[in-house]
């Protein structure tokens, strides 16, 4: 079959690869979470389901403190934390973890913060009362 020349046909168009994005919502909204820390967010709370009840006080403890940097108490009580003993003795995965939240915590803006504690709160609804029950047990206290 004999081609046409392209002068005789229509132009050729082509769909566009990328979706069009309406002009309304184009710089409105905050960007999308990265990969990375969607999977950071994830693998604590898949850590935090395994967790014992001192466990989760503990992280409790270093969320609040991170939640209210600026207050006293939360300093004074994760210094009560701290120990000295075994030093020989390498750190239990628990230690890990914490470790690793708070080197990714670090790493998150403040919206990627806010969105960890809603996803916390679906799961652990209690939790998360006890989370804002203490942020709000600091206020006034320096």
């Not at 020989?88 to 890990?96: D, G, Q």
Request: aromatic share 10%.
């Amino acid at each position: 079959m004999p081609l046409e020349s392209p002068s005789s046909s229509m132009p050729l168009s082509f769909p566009s690869p990328l979706p069009s994005v309406p002009d309304d919502i184009t710089g409105s909204s905050p960007p999308p979470m990265s990969y990375i820390t969607s999977q950071e967010m994830k693998c604590i709370l898949h850590w935090f389901a395994s967790w014992s009840g001192p466990q989760r006080e503990r992280f409790l403890q270093d969320l609040v403190a991170k939640a209210v940097p600026g207050k006293l108490q939360p300093l004074l009580d994760g210094l009560e934390q701290l120990s000295v003993s075994g030093a020989n003795r390498p750190p239990c995965i628990f230690e890990c973890q914490l470790r690793l939240w708070d080197q990714w915590f670090r790493g998150w803006a403040e919206q990627e913060r806010n969105e960890f504690v809603r996803q916390l709160e679906i799961s652990e609804p209690d939790f998360v009362a006890k989370f804002y029950q203490a942020v709000a047990a600091t206020a006034g206290k320096d």
